[in-house]
């Protein structure tokens, strides 16, 4: 039962996801603006302008529900920001299994989560028993997460992705900015939220990237000390994912304790 749930977990909680109620009443190719209602007392504002679904998944077993969508934003004809948001409904029951099945996908897994890794520019954690709070921004290889990322688990995800920026001939950046957000509590309902922020950093007019992989790229933190412009970039994009975690812990009602200090 474990092992089954955390691999039904796993399936649908990287993916993407976001809708007008994630209701019924979008579907893929909608073009969206403005805020997002996640359910009937949630809701998340969107950054400005025109957003294309591009996938949306949902799924009920064990008495979870799930539901994911991803939405996209181009500008001259390329990848300029992306969103994925997740939404796992899980009260009710099994809740012992469910909670060690999160703690081993978001604090085990070998190949993300919410625990230091060398990619990281800045990782934020609260934990307390099944409750945590946790950011971390870090850049990625856009190609390889959607076509090849190194989790297994996770290939194919991004098919929705690859299939719909060929279909178009969009150009997908190579090196983009990240900022992850997680929030899980028993004592909010026990409803699991996930956002990721994909961000071109031409957003923020910045230099060429000069190098094509994570591990040498301008912006990972063991050489952004070298290349000023870039950390000046970086750190616009930290500031703006602090505003967004706090306005994302307000959305999912965290409690005042459970709260990040940047």
């Known amino acids: 039962m474990k092992k089954n749930l955390i691999v039904y977990l796993s399936f649908l909680f990287f993916v993407v996801l976001i ?26 504002e969107l950054p400005k302008g025109d957003w294309e679904i591009v996938r949306k998944s949902s799924a009920y077993d064990y008495g979870i529900s799930q539901r994911i969508i991803g939405i996209v934003q181009i500008k001259n004809n390329e990848i300029f920001q992306a969103i994925e948001i997740y939404e796992g409904l899980l009260g009710g029951m099994y809740q012992s299994t469910i909670d060690t099945a999160i703690n081993e996908i978001v604090f085990k897994n070998r190949y993300d989560g919410c625990y230091k890794r060398p990619e990281y520019y800045k990782l934020v954690l609260y934990r307390k028993g099944s409750t945590h709070n946790c950011m971390y921004i870090e850049p990625w290889d856009l190609p390889k997460e ?55 950093p031409k957003l923020f007019n910045a230099p060429d990237s000069r190098f094509q992989t994570v591990e040498t790229s301008e912006y990972h933190p063991g050489n952004i000390d070298n290349f000023l412009e870039h950390k000046e970039v970086m750190e616009k994009f930290l500031e703006l994912s602090i505003e967004r975690h706090k306005s994302f812990e307000k959305s999912v009602k965290s409690k005042k304790r459970h709260k990040l200090k940047f």
């Open 19 to 44: 809708e007008k109620s994630l209701s019924e009443q979008t579907s893929v190719g909608e073009i969206i603006s403005g805020d997002i209602k996640l359910n009937n007392s949630i809701r998340l």
């Open 146 to 200: 959607i076509n090849n990322p190194e989790d297994p688990e996770l290939r194919g995800m991004g098919a929705a992705y690859s299939y719909w920026a060929k279909e178009y001939n969009y150009k997908v950046p190579k090196i983009v900015l990240t900022s992850n957000h997680s929030y899980f509590s028993r004592l909010v309902g026990g409803n699991w939220y996930r956002i990721t922020y994909i961000l071109n």
